[in-house]
T-cell receptor, first 114, second 117 residues
Framework: GNSVTQMEGPVTLSEEAFLTINCTYT??????LFWYVQYPGEGLQLLLK?????DKGSNKGFEATYRKETTSFHLEKGSVQVSDSAVYFC?????????????FGKGTHLIIQP | ETGVTQTPRHLVMGMTNKKSLKCEQH?????MYWYKQSAKKPLELMFV???????ENNSVPSRFSPECPNSSHLFLHLHTLQPEDSALYLC????????????????FGAGSRLTVL
């Protein structure tokens, strides 16, 4: 079956530090890959996505590249801010555009200190 | 109102109570989902509805009963729950069926925090 593995936190960084959150996956076929973010007291919000190998998703300074050879989709940001403190979820979908409940990782709690 | 709205935001119930969670989406989506979010565990997909038809039930106990009267509304009826059912229940929706090149992007509500005493 499908699975997503991501580093568990909490990950604590200082403001303006470089961020990497690792994510690897196991899936049949060619899944689409996502990063979602959850701020305290809120639901999950889509941060970025990639639908095929070598695609790069980007949004709000965050980037992730779909690496089929390493089955990875690591999240990066060059300079984090306190407002980036949240829980980040890596996820995959393997049914193209069909109604497919995504498979999520456990989430990585990110804490940015001023 | 736009997006996905869940009510109530917080619910406390005893093990013998019957209550319901409500989800409403104003995005014109055709698929709706229930997820359970517990501490230290991945999000657990519970149910999927596509055009009001249930397409997935991930071995969820019968004390959870979903209802989808139309593509905009989704309910989760709760009865005789256990303390381990305490969690954040998230509803999501998507525009499924966009073709092989489309990614199924889910839009989530803020969740209903359930505590079972």
């Amino acid at each position: 079956g499908n699975s997503v593995t991501q580093m568990e936190g909490p990950v604590t960084l200082s403001e303006e530090a470089f961020l990497t959150i690792n994510c690897t996956y196991t899936a049949t076929g060619y899944p689409s890959l996502f990063w979602y973010v959850q701020y305290p007291g809120e639901g999950l919000q889509l941060l970025l996505k990639a639908t095929k190998a070598d695609d790069k998703g980007s949004n709000k300074g965050f980037e992730a590249t779909y690496r089929k050879e390493t089955t990875s989709f690591h999240l990066e940001k060059g300079s984090v801010q306190v407002s980036d403190s949240a829980v980040y979820f890596c996820a995959l979908s393997d049914r193209g555009g069909g109604a497919d409940g995504l498979t999520f990782g456990k989430g990585t709690h990110l804490i940015i200190q001023p | 109102e736009t997006g996905v709205t869940q009510t109530p935001r917080h619910l406390v119930m005893g093990m013998t109570n019957k209550k319901s969670l409500k989800c409403e989406q104003h995005l014109g989506h055709n698929a709706m989902y229930w997820y359970k979010q517990s501490a230290k565990k991945p999000l657990e997909l519970m149910f999927v509805y596509n055009f009001k038809e249930q397409t997935e039930n991930n071995s969820v106990p019968s004390r959870f009963s979903p209802e989808c009267p139309n593509s905009s509304h989704l309910f989760l009826h709760l009865h005789t729950l256990q303390p381990e059912d305490s969690a954040l229940y998230l509803c999501a929706s998507s525009r499924a069926g966009t073709g092989p090149s489309g990614a199924n992007v889910l839009t989530f509500g803020a969740g209903s925090r359930l505590t079972v005493l």
